[in-house]
Every structure is written in structure tokens, then in C-alpha cells.
């Protein structure tokens, strides 16, 4: 019995070793249907939170906003919500303290689990932060919509004067050169030009 307690020690540290990880805490609980059962994370760095569900069904919420997340949207910023084993990723970049909610699920009278707190070592993803991610995308398209909508109003604008532009009829030749005629015609200086024929006329 002794060996085989040993052997699988050996084996779960041989897994923590190749994968990356080190374990710093785990705890075991249960927490009854609809029910909540919190915990507070100081530890610094990227960290993997492992939840196996021995019995029913736990569920994971983690945030780094409020102390008491649930699975209300607004409360929670990582969530796993899977039938077995619950795994998040919480990167460096998280505040801390980071609040840690395991929910018990409707379909069980009573959950039992077992939450692990990894430390992972940093790789290039570990500069990557989902939460903040999809924050900053929202606001791309935020403002991608908002320049959209005033750029907009001035296409409109644009489009109205292309179009009464093209709507006004143009003159035609004809129309040009008698225009230009009664312009001639009512010249001041047309009619005194009259009067001097005229008295040259009959002087002669």
C-alpha cells in the first residue's frame, strides 16, 4: 500500500515537472445546489486553477473585479462551466487579490471537489491577457462604428450636391448667344450711340 501511495506521488510530480507547473495550494470542499463557496488568490504570476468535481458538478468563476463573482456576466471575468474538469488561466496582469467562486450546480444536491492552484512558467503567451483582449477589441469597434456614423452625415451631404449639380439643366448655344443679345440690347450705351447716328443723320 505504502509503494503504491509512493509510486503515484512520484507520477504526479513527474506531471507537474514536464508540464510547466508547480502546485501551490489545494483544497477540498463541497458546496451544496445553487450554492457558492468563495476563495481570494494572493499568489503573483500566471496561475492555473484546476477544479475536478469527485462528485456532481462544480463549476468556476474568477474575477479580478469583484471579491464574490457568480454566473451572472457582469460579475465574473474567466469562468469554466464544463461537466468535468474546470481549468482557467489567470494571467500575470490579473489584480490581485483575485476572487475565486465554485458553484454548485442545480442538477446535484451536493458537490464535491477538489480546487488546485498551479504556478505556470511564463512562455510567450504569457503576455497575452484574454479579459483585457476582448476589452480593448469592444472598444475598437466602438469607435469603428462611431467614425462610421459621423462620416456618414458628410457622404450624405456630398451626395446632395453631386446630385443637384447633375439635376440643373445646362443652356444651350442658342439660349447662351441670345441671352448674351438682350444683355446687348439694354445697355446704357447702346442708346446714346442711337442718338449720335442719329444727329449725324440729319446733319448731313
Same mark, same amino acid.
Not at 98 to 121: A, T
Given at each position: 500500500? #505504502? *509503494?503504491? /501511495?509512493?509510486?503515484?506521488?512520484c507520477l504526479s510530480v513527474?506531471? =507537474?515537472?514536464? +508540464?510547466?507547473e508547480q502546485l501551490l495550494h489545494s483544497v477540498a470542499g463541497e458546496v451544496g445546489r445553487g450554492n457558492y463557496t468563495y476563495y481570494s488568490l494572493m499568489y503573483e504570476g500566471p496561475i492555473v486553477l484546476s477544479l475536478y468535481s469527485e462528485l456532481g458538478d462544480a463549476d468556476l468563476y474568477v474575477s479580478?473585479?469583484?471579491? *464574490?463573482?457568480?454566473?451572472?456576466?457582469?460579475?465574473y471575468c474567466l469562468q469554466s462551466?464544463?461537466? #468535468?474538469? @474546470?481549468?482557467?488561466? /489567470?494571467?500575470r496582469s490579473f489584480s490581485r487579490p483575485?476572487?475565486?467562486?465554485?458553484? #454548485?450546480? /442545480?442538477?446535484?444536491? =451536493?458537490? =464535491?471537489?477538489?480546487?488546485?492552484?498551479?504556478? &505556470?512558467?511564463e512562455d510567450e503567451t504569457d503576455n497575452f491577457d484574454p479579459?483585457?483582449?476582448?476589452?480593448?477589441?469592444?472598444e475598437q469597434q466602438e469607435e469603428t462604428t462611431s467614425n462610421e456614423e459621423r462620416q456618414q452625415p458628410d457622404e450624405q451631404y456630398k451626395a446632395k450636391e453631386r446630385g443637384s449639380a447633375l439635376n440643373q439643366p445646362e *443652356?444651350? @448655344?442658342?439660349?447662351? *448667344? +441670345? +441671352?448674351k443679345r438682350k444683355r446687348r440690347t439694354h445697355h446704357p450705351l447702346d442708346q446714346i450711340w442711337r442718338m449720335l447716328r &442719329?444727329?449725324?443723320?440729319?446733319? /448731313?
Open positions: 500500500m #505504502g *509503494k503504491a /501511495i509512493c509510486l503515484c506521488w513527474l506531471l =507537474v515537472v514536464t +508540464s510547466g479580478q473585479t469583484v471579491t *464574490k463573482p457568480t454566473f451572472e456576466p457582469e460579475t462551466s464544463t461537466c #468535468g474538469l @474546470d481549468v482557467v488561466h /489567470i494571467p483575485v476572487g475565486i467562486g465554485v458553484y #454548485g450546480h /442545480i442538477s446535484h444536491e =451536493v458537490s =464535491v471537489y477538489l480546487l488546485e492552484v498551479l504556478y &505556470r512558467e479579459y483585457t483582449a476582448e476589452l480593448n477589441q469592444n *443652356k444651350s @448655344d442658342t439660349q447662351q *448667344k +441670345s +441671352s &442719329r444727329s449725324l443723320s440729319s446733319g /448731313i
